[in-house]
């Protein structure tokens, strides 16, 4: 593989979007995102693989396998960033795909299996939905809910758009895609490649605390009822519990209204929005019911918890798992299998098909920043590990 060459290749696309700080906007649909996108397809093209953008804006490159009846490997990462987002997340999986089927072609090697590349469209939170291009690609944008379709038309989206946007999932194999790991684990750790093992599940919370708003001078401790005190012995406990559970658990109260929230009233009423993420369904489910028991410690405040939103952990295939650890322990590459606390695309193509992740480093676990920085030695390591992926993947009867 040719380092200098993928490197020019990478900023070609990277710079699309530059701001003056360095950073990169390049938000889905805008005038940055379609020029990436061209950019992209030729990029593609000049790699030797036949390229076809679909009505949502995701692009995508076939290399074929001498067999028709043969099924695909598919390989994908996002091309747009959010607001004054970094150069690596997103991107950086695309083109390790690109190369991956350059090399292909270029060393002779015939995979049994067919290969496609995605630049997926819409991946960073947006209107319509964070990986809105995969989820298109997997029909898993609600294409007959009218609000929906509202907002779909603000970005020039028809139905038929968003229904033929849909991939026939039917022979498709895995997808596989590389990201940077937006945390510091591996940085810290001077480890240069993660090993995803599962994508993280989350759930939101709107807690409310109720007690009594009262005089801040008259009222004596004894006497009071304050929301925001119980509010926040809950908010220790819920720190306490995570870092007790350990196993990657986090929790976090991002979001707090406090009422009447005024100098010298006593607080009557408190939300708070707690976030809780795992990889384990299970713990999720045992730390809200701690959370709830202790709770009712904290009387005379008492508590309303209401479910907002709920996603399931996704797991990787654990076939595509080995493979990879096989090869880093193979290659002497120091490594580590780890959940994902991010979500991806796979998180939507994990909903037809078995999905595999690998993480490079994020220098002091920087993203969505301009200064997020993979090093270029970094970066090609996991070029080449994708590459050895998907030729030992093709091995395998999946
Ligand atoms: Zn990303």
Request: aromatic share 6%.
């Amino acid at each position: 593989m040719d380092s200098d060459k993928i490197r020019k290749n990478f900023f070609s696309i990277a710079d699309i979007g530059r701001n003056e700080d360095g950073s990169i906007t390049r938000l889905l649909f805008s005038k940055e995102y379609e020029e990436a996108k061209i950019r992209t397809r030729t990029y593609m093209e000049e790699a030797g693989l036949a390229t076809a953008i679909d009505p949502v804006g995701n692009i995508h490159g076939f290399l074929q396998s001498e067999d028709p009846d043969a099924k695909t490997i598919l390989i994908g990462s996002h091309l747009d960033t959010v607001i004054q987002g970094g150069a690596y997340d997103g991107l950086l999986g695309i083109i390790a795909g690109v190369e991956t089927a350059r090399e292909l072609e270029e060393t002779g090697h015939k995979l049994t299996h067919h290969l496609e590349i995605i630049a997926f469209n819409g991946e960073e939170g947006n209107d319509l939905g964070g990986t809105f291009g995969s989820r298109c690609a997997m029909g898993l944008v609600p294409a007959e809910d009218n609000a929906y379709l509202k907002k779909a038309k603000a970005f020039g989206l028809t139905k038929e758009d968003l229904l033929k946007s849909r991939m026939n999932t039917k022979n498709k194999s895995c997808f596989l895609e590389l990201h940077i790991e937006q945390g510091n684990t591996l940085w810290q750790a001077g480890e240069e490649i993660g090993i995803v093992n599962g994508i993280v599940g989350l759930v939101r919370y709107k807690i409310t605390a109720w007690g009594q708003s009262n005089h801040a001078g008259t009222t004596m401790m004894e006497h009071r009822k304050d929301a925001l005190t119980g509010m926040a012995k809950l908010m220790a406990e819920a720190d306490r519990l995570a870092r007790d559970y350990g196993n990657h658990m986090v929790a976090t109260f991002g979001k707090v209204e406090v009422t009447p929230n005024a100098v010298a009233v006593i607080p009557g009423k408190v939300e708070a929005v707690l976030e809780i993420r795992n990889l384990d369904e299970q713990l999720l489910e045992r730390f809200y019911e701690e959370l709830t028991c202790f709770s009712q410690e904290l009387m005379p405040i008492t508590f309303t918890f209401e479910k907002l939103v709920e996603k399931t952990p996704q797991t990787c295939d654990e076939r595509i798992i080995e493979v990879i650890e096989r090869l880093c322990s193979k290659k002497d590459i120091a490594y580590r299998v780890m959940p994902s606390g991010a979500t991806h695309d796979s998180v939507a193509m994990a909903d037809q098909m078995p999905i595999g992740m690998i993480f490079v480093p994020s220098k002091d676990g920087i993203s969505h920043n301009g200064a997020e920085y993979t090093t270029w030695s970094q970066v090609m390591t996991g070029i080449r590990l994708l590459y050895e992926t998907v030729k030992a993947v093709d091995k395998l009867h999946i």
